[in-house]
């Protein structure tokens, strides 16, 4: 993916917002579209070299962008219809103009007018859909996505609600999309991402970035320029303990290892000490399976209270391998009173899945509220049910903000996009991963990788998008067959792309 131009994720509405600012400084509207025709003429060109162009256009905006797209290829040379959604002389405004443009008849709307073409350019609707797709429309879609052309989308593919990222009944499998200024939420969140194709272009058209300055967008795109100022690097002069003591609590004999992936993603990811609290009966089995991880014996809430007196144990990982019930449930509220960087993951969530009200209340007498909720899709509603199925329209991004706004705590949703939000309303979104980081174990890692990131004194919502961000990276470093033992001994190259991404010497 392109990043040159920001890691702001725009809604629709934020978008609108943004071309009505900078319309009102100066730029006329149909500046903004010429520059957004002129790209995806670009960006045509680039998908195919030869052959005939067929432009599928709307009757707003978008549409006007593939009239000006239609009209800079046809002045290039190529081979270029359009069909068009209504009657030519029903647009309005800037489309309408940008129509004025292209000195050709236009094809009726029909799918049968696409014919055999090189390449299609989806200019039908943008990305302020809101309403499901039907007849003509769901038709052409239908025909586009069976036609075996590439596509190439504008802004969205069409069907695609851009905020959302909502199939709208039926949508665009685009090749690629181009889009103005800024992501939208679509261009991340699934299934929006799936339709918009193996690349989404980001285009300058016209747009000053001071704008934003007065949109105030709270989503951003989960990338290293993101989190830059909070990344962690030791110090010259630091020390294992300058780096934090991390802790991760183990289950019984016969679920250790969750909490040991746990313990080496968290020391892999820069912790200057790790322990392993493990019930006695499991102590051995989890010595002879560890050596940079330490290990120390903890069988009752009594003496984990007395072991968290000693202040240098600065962060925690619970939930892996725990066991669902009351010695978990126990052990976290006992972190939360002993005010320690918390990440709460697997068993230590379903174990609030009866009084979910319990541990928000706990989460809200913490002090510094540095804790980490990391639940995937089949963990989220045991503790945020009405968030889950009162809304079942709300976007992931919707839901995951709102589940922070309740729990008080950063929230993580795994997923092949990640979702991180904060009380505060901000929100990063991951897009990073792939797929074969969906295995067993792999979440384990993570909670780890972000109790390091805590234990390094990294607030939890960049915490939570270091981690995030990371363990995709360092899926893609270990390649196609990862199992999650890899992920943590691929990490030191990941964090060498990042230092030399950030001049950091090494």
Not at 175 to 204: C, I, N, Q, S, W
Request: with cysteine.
């Amino acid at each position: 993916m392109d990043r040159e131009f920001g890691m702001e994720v725009l809604t629709t509405a934020e978008m609108e917002r943004a071309d009505r600012l900078t319309i009102a400084a100066g730029t006329p509207g149909f500046a903004l579209m010429l520059s957004a025709g002129q790209a995806v003429a670009e960006a045509a060109m680039d998908l195919v070299e030869e052959g005939p162009i067929v432009v599928v256009a709307g009757a707003g905006n978008n549409g006007g962008d593939g009239f000006v797209a239609a009209a800079e290829l046809a002045a290039r040379g190529r081979e270029v219809s359009v069909i068009l959604f209504c009657e030519r002389d029903h647009l309005q405004g800037d489309a309408a103009s940008a129509a004025r443009g292209w000195k050709f008849p236009v094809l009726p709307f029909n799918p049968q007018a696409i014919g055999k073409p090189a390449l299609i350019i989806d200019a039908l609707f943008g990305a302020g859909l809101n309403r499901p797709v039907e007849g003509e429309p769901w038709a052409m879609i239908e025909a586009i996505n069976a036609n075996g052309a590439p596509v190439l989308s504008v802004d969205l593919p069409s069907g695609i609600n851009g905020t959302t990222a909502a199939v709208m009944g039926i949508a665009v499998n685009a090749t690629e999309t181009v889009t103005f200024f800024r992501r939208k939420p679509a261009h991340l969140l699934m299934p929006g991402r799936k339709h918009a194709g193996r690349r989404v272009r980001v285009v300058d058209i016209g747009i000053d970035a001071d704008v934003l300055a007065e949109i105030k967008p709270q989503t951003f795109e989960n990338v290293p320029q993101s989190w830059r100022p909070s990344f962690p690097v030791p110090r010259i002069d630091g020390h294992k303990y300058a780096r934090g003591h991390a802790v991760v609590v183990s289950g019984d004999i016969a679920a250790t290892g969750a909490a040991r992936l746990a313990a080496r993603g968290c020391l892999r990811a820069g912790a200057g000490l790790v322990t392993l609290a493990t019930p006695r009966d499991a102590l051995a089995v989890n010595a002879a399976a560890l050596t940079a991880v330490m290990v120390h014996a903890i069988d009752t809430v009594v003496e984990f209270a007395q072991w968290l007196t000693d202040h240098r144990l600065n962060a925690l990982v619970i939930g892996p391998g725990t066991g669902v019930g009351d010695r978990t449930r126990d052990f976290v509220l006992t972190a939360l009173s002993a005010q320690r960087r918390l990440v709460l993951d697997a068993d230590a969530l379903t174990s609030f899945a009866a009084a979910p009200d319990r541990l928000f209340e706990a989460i809200a007498g913490s002090r510094d509220r540095q804790i980490v909720l990391t639940p995937h899709e089949g963990e989220f509603p045991r503790l945020f049910s009405d968030i889950s199925n009162k809304h079942p329209n709300r976007s992931k991004l919707e839901r995951v903000r709102a589940a922070a706004e309740r729990s008080g705590a950063v929230v993580l949703l795994k997923g092949p996009d990640t979702v991180v939000a904060s009380p505060d309303g901000r929100a990063t979104i991951a897009s990073n991963a792939p797929p074969w980081l969906a295995t067993a174990g792999a979440g384990d890692v993570l909670a780890g990788m972000i109790a390091a990131m805590l234990a390094q004194g990294v607030p939890a919502f960049e915490a939570a998008s270091i981690g995030a961000w990371m363990h995709g990276e360092a899926a893609r470093e270990a390649g196609p067959g990862l199992i999650a033992e890899d992920l943590p001994e691929v990490l030191p190259a990941v964090f060498r792309r990042l230092y030399d991404e950030f001049g950091i010497d090494y």
